[in-house]
């Protein structure tokens, strides 16, 4: 039977396809994966300790946090400083980006943005969330602290991007830009064992996720794609069904994996969709792209987006190609 590969036995293998000094990426990515192993902890025993619920604070997007978000941002935020690789970090829960004024972290030639815990208002229903990553070189001097444009950077300089699911298993999911392999946390070794090599997403798809309840506030164009998979025609047999977890890393990695279409568009409430480009959609852009999947905006792919804010919220359309370019036809 094939040994077992860990995700450390991995980088180290694929050394030579990370744009990384040697063992630069090894250690960023170590960073990352050790909060995500404290966080997964957390997690799967939310309910029994108090750490379950909402604190009395609001994030920048107005969103009450949950104290799991909050403990899952320390988390990344101190794993990061403590590894000296990144010179500083954007998160969905800090209003700005925080750049690290160690010494050690100044010389750091990257910066990672992250959406702690993606998902998080569905914790407390025991329903999977995740964590979301993206990792940039970063365009100042190295030796200085972290400026707005090392973050303000399109989703095509992402030299990596990745998502941890907690679900029924605890899955990393990454891409360098050389595929995208995912990883299953062994609880018993406490290791991330490559269980998904070289994941594809299937070009079409039976699976559309969308919150129809906001139906009447989308485009024509959406509501037109959403007449086109209910169409009663029994000739084409059309086998479309509507999965929708409301949270978008366990709807993205259910289609990844089976093939379908995610969409949070604009809406009359939400003319810029609710997800946020830089720590949302780029990340899941970027890892569907390299599956074969696609991600786009309605008017244009979503890493060709130029950032113009931190927290800037962006439609989407992402999975299977064919969908895609289903539904950006009635655009
Ligand atoms: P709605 C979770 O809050 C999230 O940011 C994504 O994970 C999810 O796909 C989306 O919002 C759900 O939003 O408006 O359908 O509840």
Redesign the pocket.
């Known amino acids: 039977m094939q040994g077992v590969k860990t995700l450390s036995e991995f980088i180290i293998e694929r050394q030579e396809d990370f744009p990384f000094a040697s063992g630069e990426f090894s250690r960023l990515m170590n960073d990352i994966v050790i909060a995500s192993k404290i966080i997964n902890r957390e997690v799967n025993k939310a309910g029994l300790v108090e750490i379950l619920g909402a604190t009395e604070n609001e994030n920048v997007q107005g969103e009450t946090q949950q104290k799991l978000d909050v403990f899952a941002d320390e988390q990344f935020i101190s794993a990061l400083q403590n590894g000296g690789e990144a010179c500083g970090i954007a998160s969905e829960e800090n209003d700005d980006f925080v750049a690290f004024d160690n010494e050690r972290s100044k010389q750091g030639k990257y910066i990672v943005v992250f959406d702690p815990l993606?998902?998080s208002?569905n914790i407390d229903v025991n329903v999977s969330i995740g964590t979301i990553f993206s990792i940039y070189r970063r365009k100042t001097e190295i030796g200085q602290k972290a400026e707005l444009k090392d973050f303000l950077q399109s989703g095509r300089e992402q030299v990596a991007a990745g998502y941890v699911i907690y679900g029924s298993s605890t899955m990393l999911v990454y891409t360098t830009g050389n595929g995208v392999n995912g990883f299953t946390l062994d609880p018993s070794i406490g290791e991330f064992c490559l269980s998904h090599p070289n994941m594809k997403c299937p070009s079409n798809g039976k699976i559309y996720s969308i919150?129809e309840g906001k139906r009447a506030e989308f485009s024509n164009a959406v509501q037109s794609y959403l007449d086109y998979v209910k169409e009663d025609d029994k000739s084409t047999k059309r086998p479309y069904a509507c999965r929708y977890i409301?949270?978008?890393v366990a709807?993205l990695h259910r289609n990844l994996l089976k093939g379908g279409i995610f969409m949070?568009p604009e809406s009359k409430s939400a003319p810029n969709g609710?997800?946020r480009l830089l720590y949302e959609c780029n990340p899941m852009g970027f890892i569907m792209e390299q599956a074969g999947g696609k991600a786009h905006s309605g008017s244009i792919n979503i890493m060709d987006i130029e950032p113009e804010s931190l927290h800037q919220r962006v439609p989407i359309l992402i999975g299977s190609t064919e969908m895609v370019d289903k539904v950006l036809s009635y655009y």
């Open positions: 993606d998902g208002s919150n409301g949270s978008m709807d949070y609710k997800l």
